[in-house]
């Protein structure tokens, strides 16, 4: 199985800040990376796919970059409805494996 | 628009079956691209991956449930369903169905979500 490992786990933040979250593969997965935002009680938002392409919808202050393990996430002027859980799913290989999930709080 | 639905019982005993159902509207569960999957997520916990069917019914299942799960599907009904034997207090979790596009040259994350199902494991 490919483990996926998100760093850090949580975060605090203010609104307006720019934030970086990491996602490291175990083993190379080319740009077969999805991230997700969660908020309480919801289902994940898909928000990336293939490492650094937008979802439909989704706004521009959301941008994703990395290829083989190495992958970020990163969130510019941070507003309320940012703060939420994220996470990085693999679909490179079966079985596909999220991130633990990384917190963003408002500090 | 497309719409994924789950549904099922909220409470099933120890040693007993989980049985969910997600009926897809909107769209054609027999779309060639087009997987369909099952994540959980226990309270306060990460998405775990069950499996994936293809409208054939071909199916990919995570190695760690793999003896407990079966999936399914109905095309008439546009459907597909979850069984996962000998449950414990650790399936307790909230299911979701989604979708994940899968092209000749490309794959896809789970892009539409149902809203999620809460089972409790408990007797």
């Known amino acids: 199985d490919i483990q996926m490992t998100q760093s850090p786990s949580s975060l605090s933040a203010s609104v307006g800040d720019r934030v970086t979250i990491t996602c490291r593969a175990s083993?190379?997965?080319?740009?077969?990376l999805g991230w997700f935002q969660q908020q309480p009680g919801k289902a994940p938002k898909p928000l990336i796919y293939?490492?650094?392409s937008l979802q439909s919808g989704v706004p521009s202050k959301f941008s994703g970059s990395g290829s083989g393990t190495d992958f970020t996430l990163t969130i510019s002027s941070l507003q309320p409805e940012d703060f939420a859980t994220y996470y990085c799913?693999?679909?490179?290989?079966?079985?596909?494996?999220f991130g633990q999930g990384t917190r963003l709080e408002i500090k | 628009q497309l719409q994924l639905q789950e549904s099922g019982p909220g409470l099933v005993k120890p040693s007993e079956t989980l049985s969910l159902t997600c009926t897809v509207s909107?769209?054609?569960?027999?779309?060639?691209?087009?997987?369909w999957g099952w994540i959980r997520q226990p309270p306060g916990k990460g998405l775990e991956w069950i499996g994936n069917?293809?409208?054939?019914?071909?199916?990919y299942y995570n190695p760690s449930l793999k003896s407990r799960v079966t999936m399914s599907v109905d095309t008439s009904k546009n459907q597909f369903s979850l069984k996962l034997t000998s449950v414990t207090a650790a399936d307790t979790a909230v299911y979701f169905c989604?979708?994940?596009?899968?092209?000749?040259?490309?794959?896809?994350?789970?892009?539409?979500w149902g809203q999620g199902t809460l089972v409790t494991v408990s007797s």
């Open positions: 989604a979708r994940q596009e899968r092209g000749y040259s490309y794959d896809r994350p789970f892009d539409y």
């Open positions: 909107g769209g054609s569960i027999s779309s060639g691209s087009f997987y």
């Open positions: 069917i293809y409208y054939s019914g071909i199916t």
């Open positions: 083993q190379g997965i080319s740009n077969d």
């Open positions: 293939a490492a650094s």
């Open positions: 799913q693999q679909y490179n290989s079966y079985p596909i494996t």
